[in-house]
């Protein structure tokens, strides 16, 4: 028997392994956010240029990812570096999954029903802070849930655990502290037996756990309250139809719906093998410990028909929320009672289905692989220490954020960084920044018609390159007029290939 559980582990654990290998050794991935995730962090770490970016004087929790991520472009080419986070993460989902199941007990090989949700619509929209927040918080709680002692040592790491996640992710911080404080439920209920040499009532013990969550709670609700929000309208029926679809798992559309159908069915039977196992059961409605886990994911679908989207720093929470409810839903599943042979269908077929989807992402992306290309080649040729802004003209919504593409190997200013607009990350734009150049960075002004001027009176910053990339710009818009007189008066070509024209300004 045990040697049968270590080759099932061993396969569990090749299975996660193989799928964050795979975002590193196919040609391309889109990463929205994250190359200006990547941009950020490297200027944390190499030096920030004075005049344009300066340090966000508030209290910025979404800071976790771009130090993990500055450190790893170190020792690492910046994009290799970033396709390895990239992988880091979708690790991190699977087995922050796994370990948490196995905190309440021994998990059955149903646990790879959270394998497709390691590859998600998140990790493709580049969040890179709140993905390794979610794992964090589900490693971490996997940690406490499984200390069979625990002493005023373990308590006091409370403390730090909750704001290292707190400085990854705002949002991870509430799932870690439901998990911990779960399962310190079920040990005050007596649902399971724990050592505590602080205690002699388990209820004081829930109380400590509380007092250790207080200070990051706390700095939450202190950044919460500072950030404009805009909120949306709920709609119940179109989570609940968002739900059915699996969103968190569409990254591209169109003929990808045929996987998420197929998951949505073999998610479904895995689901009724753990009931039916779990019905078998000797006293299958006594509540057991990890009974916890699907309490949190209740809770969590709960609050996914009550809260609405934003604008704001808390965008796309519905589906965030998706996943945050689905994983531990999957751990719960995988500690019920199930036959090993009602077990395996399900694992190998959604094993199969995984690799397709994988298949198919890969050649999806895969002809966004020469634009990149095309952009690193550009870049190339930008002298170090030269201020480059760039024009965006690409339609495609993969390449919304692809400019930091032309800085990520280059020491160059870059002209472009949605993070500075947002008032939540590490950097901001200098308050010295000309109105007009930073209306046109933050996406408030869309006509260049200022930037003659601007040239021309030679403030700071001085433009030395402007770098204008994508595919069917339109040369009678507002902002084309001006650039091309712009240009024309000021600029010489500097170097053209099939996607990017970057031109110098002359001597």
Known sequence: MALRTRWVNLLIALAFLGSAAWVVVIPFFPSLDGWTHLYTARMLFEGIPEGVFCR?????PNAG?????GALAQ?????????VFLAALILGLGLGTWALAAAFGRPS???????PFTVNFLLLMGFHNFLLGLSLALLLAAAWISRARVTWWHTALLLPASLVILYTHTMALPLFLLLCGAHELTV???????????FARPWLALAAFVAMAVPALWLMQRFGTGQAIAWSAVDPLDNLRQLFNLRVLVLFGGEEVKFSYALKLILVGALAAAAIGRASAERPWRIAAGDALLGASLLLLGLYFFLPDSAGFASYITLRLQLMALLPLIAWMALQPVRPV???????MLLLLHQARLGHYRATAAPLAWERDLLAEAAAHLPEGSTVLPINRDGNWLMAHAAPLLTVERPVTLLDNYECATGYFPLIWCPELPRELRGLMEGHVNCLDWLDAHIRSGAPP???????????IDTAACDMRALRQVLADHFEPDHRNAYVQVHRRRQ
Request: glycine share 10%; hydrophobic share 60%.
């Open 56 to 60: 966000n004087p508030g209290l910025v």
């Open 65 to 69: 990812g771009h130090m993990a991520l």
């Open 75 to 83: 020792v690492l080419p910046p994009l290799v570096a970033e396709r």
């Open 109 to 115: 090989p149903l646990i790879l029903m959270a394998l």
């Open 188 to 198: 005050a209920l007596g649902l399971r037996a724990r050592e505590d040499v602080r």
């Open 342 to 348: 009602a077990a395996a269908l399900p694992v190998i």
């Open 462 to 472: 001085v433009i030395d390159r402007i770098a204008l990339f994508g595919h069917g």
